[in-house]
């Protein structure tokens, strides 16, 4: 069964930098469009960050020039490093393909950014 599990979340402070990782069990990874999604309090979920099989992206204007999108298809690993982080940039992290198929969402990773 293929699985997505996501990790690197935490308590950071305004300003600060967070990694996220998204491990992938699919075969064929580098074949896909995969993407990060982001969950805040109270909010749906919604798109932050997507990357192309030919690693063409495309950002969320509110993570434009601070998140950066980067996969490592020899590990079956999506990452997102997260600098210049804000208040609003809390919530639950996922990664999916896109468009996000429902059976492959994760528990996710919980970035909280507080002082």
């Known amino acids: 069964q293929f699985e997505l599990v996501e990790s690197g979340g935490g308590l950071v402070q305004p300003g600060g930098s967070l990694r996220l990782s998204c491990e992938s069990s699919?075969?064929?990874?580098?074949?896909?469009?995969v993407a990060w999604y982001r969950q805040p309090p109270g909010k749906p979920r919604a798109l932050v960050v997507g990357?192309?099989?030919?690693?063409?992206?495309t950002y969320d204007d509110s993570v434009k020039g601070r998140f950066t999108i980067s996969r490592d298809n020899a590990k079956n690993t999506v990452y997102l490093q997260m600098d210049n982080l804000r208040s609003e940039d809390t919530g639950v992290y996922y990664c999916n393909l896109y468009p996000p198929h429902q059976a492959y969402w994760g528990h996710g990773t919980q970035v909280t950014v507080s002082s």
């Open positions: 699919l075969s064929a990874f580098s074949d896909y469009y």
């Open positions: 990357m192309t099989s030919g690693g063409a992206t």
